[in-house]
């Protein structure tokens, strides 16, 4: 198969082009253009072998949930001419990340379970235990690094560092969990629980818009509802949707990202399954089944695509 490592294009107009951790994005005078590649990062580290359609889910996953929420916050979304390509509106992004948390996973967890009761300046109750459903949803958010690791931040830093201003920040606060309680909404439709997700905002004269992607296993966590209740009172791990797998398989073979350590070697059959898990998780998450796109010549498809989309710009 076909994965869509990179891309490299030069368009006519266009303006600059900046390669993030799976995303390719050119820019024009009003309009980004957004490549979703099959690169796969963790612990903000790019892994050596793409995967195959993960670009293509990320693409579409955002997509649809971004078409789903634009009744709550304006969003960047105006076209997808391609499965693996989005193009919209050029904002000036705010310099944080807004995350969201249902439930103490992931990184929180990390933090609890070292001691910590205070993450991002919000503070935990004690005896919580990994996986707890939170007495209600947290905002902990994170600066934006374009290298290297993005840091915790609390909503008191933020502000005094004048990185967003006090209105902005106000409202930023409200989209994420108007957003966050859409998303659980609609994963709770289809049997799974949105158990954190993060949220990139920008804005254009003026105006706040939702950008980047939302909603989808980078930038969220899934568990399976069915058994989740069962699986707690268990002490057993939950079911996933996300790309905590694919983190925990690294930490399992000696890599959390940190300087001296080397990234271990994905086998096929270990593609395959991250892809496999990718499509299961578009499936999942939206009910509509995954169509693979044509893969003999994808850098080539895409490149035709955004020519021909660009002709309007």
């Known amino acids: 198969m076909n994965s869509i490592s990179e891309t490299n294009f030069q368009f006519p107009n266009q303006t600059a082009f900046y390669k993030g951790k799976v995303r390719d994005v050119y820019s024009f005078e009003k309009h980004l253009v957004m490549v979703a590649t099959d690169r796969i990062s963790a612990f903000d580290v790019i892994l050596p072998r793409a995967i195959p359609f993960k670009g293509q889910v990320l693409n579409q996953i955002a997509a649809y949930f971004l078409n789903a929420t634009s009744d709550i916050v304006p969003n960047w979304l105006e076209e997808v001419p391609d499965p693996n390509v989005t193009i919209g509106v050029k904002c000036v992004p705010f310099p944080v990340e807004m995350v969201v948390r249902g439930y103490l996973a992931g990184h929180a967890w990390r933090e609890y379970s070292a001691g910590k009761r205070s993450v991002c300046g919000v503070s935990l109750p004690d005896g919580l235990k990994e996986n707890d459903k939170l007495p209600e949803p947290i905002i902990t958010p994170t600066t934006k690094a374009h290298e290297g690791h993005d840091e915790d931040i609390s909503r008191e830093e933020i502000l005094k560092q004048g990185l967003v201003s006090a209105d ?59 058994v989740y209740a069962e699986n707690q009172a268990a002490n057993l791990p939950q079911k996933q949707l996300s790309k905590e797998f694919v983190r925990e398989w690294l930490i399992q073979n000696g890599f959390q990202g940190k300087e001296g350590q080397t990234i271990p070697t994905m086998d096929d059959d270990r593609i395959q399954l991250i892809s496999d898990r990718y499509i299961e998780l578009y499936e999942k998450v939206t009910g509509i089944k995954f169509q693979k796109s044509k893969t003999e010549n994808p850098v080539a498809r895409i490149e035709a695509a955004i020519l021909k989309a660009s002709e309007k710009f």
Not at 181 to 194: F, N, S, T, V
Not at 201 to 226: A, C, M, N, Q
């Open 168 to 226: 902005d920040y106000e409202h930023l606060e409200r989209y994420t969990l108007a957003l966050y309680h859409r998303g659980a909404e609609m994963a709770a439709a289809q049997g799974l629980i949105l158990v954190d997700t993060k949220y990139e905002f920008g804005k254009k004269e003026g105006v706040i818009y939702l950008i980047d992607e939302i909603h989808t296993p980078d930038s969220s966590r899934y568990f399976y509802k069915d």
